[in-house]
């Protein structure tokens, strides 16, 4: 079976643009959660959205924003870029309900902003 | 609030020495601990939990885990270390969610 899938690979924006990442969960997964890596640091909790849902928020500022599709997949959005928000974004996926919170990544999307 | 710490940005070892990678845990309630390592240029892969029952928690890849409450850690552990573990290693843990809270990492370095 196909592993979380993610796309681009790599992107490169100038400040103040808007920029969309994409992610398919494994089959047969609901929950979708995603995570900013800025270089040097840990996973930083950005969205986790389930059966379409948002199911939590960490704490990012408004430009970030996301959803989910009947299909699972998820978009993540982030407007008025900042150099700031250069980082792999990472995409998680999960049974949710099976209360183990054991979650699967994707390889992530490297954003440069410059 | 949740939290792990790893005290070490770097650990170095000999190929066939054992490991430890050092994880300390701070949470309310019972701890869900994971460990996940990362490849360059790659997504986390996760290796193992804890979430409850035997203190010895046993992974992917040969390695193993000892949760240790009154020490309030959870150290990863691997008798004999390859070239190929190599990598970035992050402790976690969470509070009933999804949401994963991350430590800031150690990077492992085995030495031929």
């Known amino acids: 079976d196909a592993g979380v899938t993610q796309s681009p690979t790599h992107l490169i924006k100038t400040r103040g643009q808007q920029v969309t990442l994409r992610c398919s969960p494994i089959s047969g997964h609901k929950s979708v959660s995603w995570y900013q890596q800025v270089l040097g640091q840990g996973p930083q909790f950005i969205f986790q959205?389930?059966?379409?849902?948002?199911?939590g928020r960490g704490n990012f500022p408004d430009r970030f924003s996301a959803r989910q599709f009947p299909n699972y997949s998820s978009e993540l959005n982030v407007n008025a870029l900042l150099l700031g928000d250069s980082a792999l974004y990472l995409c998680a996926s999960s049974l949710f309900v099976s209360k183990d919170y054991e979650q699967y990544f994707g390889p992530g999307t490297r954003l440069t902003v410059t | 609030a949740q939290s792990v710490a790893q005290p070490e940005d770097q650990v170095n070892v000999a190929e066939g020495n054992p490991l430890t990678v050092k994880c300390t845990y701070s949470v309310s309630g019972n701890p869900y601990l994971f460990w996940y390592v990362q490849y360059p240029n790659r997504g986390l892969q996760f290796l193992l939990k804890?979430?409850?029952?035997?203190?010895l928690v046993k992974g992917s890849y040969g390695f193993e885990a000892e949760f240790n409450k009154s020490q309030t850690s959870f150290h990863l552990k691997k008798p004999s270390a390859l070239v190929s573990d190599s990598a970035l290693y992050f402790c976690a843990t969470t509070f009933y969610t999804d949401k994963l809270i991350f430590g800031t990492g150690t990077r492992l370095q085995v030495f031929p």
């Open positions: 959205y389930y059966e379409k849902e948002e199911r």
């Open positions: 804890y979430i409850t029952g035997d203190n």
